[in-house]
């Protein structure tokens, strides 16, 4: 099984809960790491252009890029569910590595402003999962623009779509996400 994403770009209104909700949720410092980030993506030429969000986190991807790159192998991913992992004990932290956050075509490895600062990034609210929760960001949506569950859930619920602006899919590590794109 693999979990994953839903997003669908109709519904974000770029109101940066998700993110907020994420950081609290996670004692994330203020500062440069997101877990959940918010992308505003401009598009048009006056007098008819429009604005478009994208919520993004890490994808959980099926071959994650950043576990060959790992030096220590402190990523790793979850057989049971496909959640992507890091051990901060034996990340080897920014200064001394952060190859991970490199092979990350997604953004999702994440490290702090701090000296020796490890790899950061969502877990999908693991600890909310195993309790039978949704994550955070998918509870604190107020347009009801996240969900998350198993990919074969997802996909029959919400479609196939897996690129929408501002996020193009790699066939090569198959990011879990599903969206709705706003055309």
Known sequence: MQIGFYFDQTRCIGCFTCVVACKDAHDVAQ???NWRRVTEIESGKFPEVSVT???SACYHCSH????STCPPGAIHKRERDGIVVVDGEICLGKDD???CREACPYG?????AEEKAKMEKCDLCLDRLLAGKSPI???ACRTRALDAGPMDELRFKY???NETRGMV???KIEPSIIFKPKN
Do not use: D, E, M, T
């Not at 999702?108 to 702090?112: L, V």
């Open 31 to 33: 500062g440069s790491v």
């Open 53 to 55: 969000f994208l919520s």
């Open 64 to 67: 994650p890029a950043c576990i």
């Open 97 to 99: 590595c952060g190859l």
């Open 108 to 112: 999702a490895p994440q490290f702090g």
């Open 137 to 139: 960001c998918v509870a």
């Open 159 to 161: 479609g196939r779509a």
């Open 169 to 171: 899919y790699s066939i």
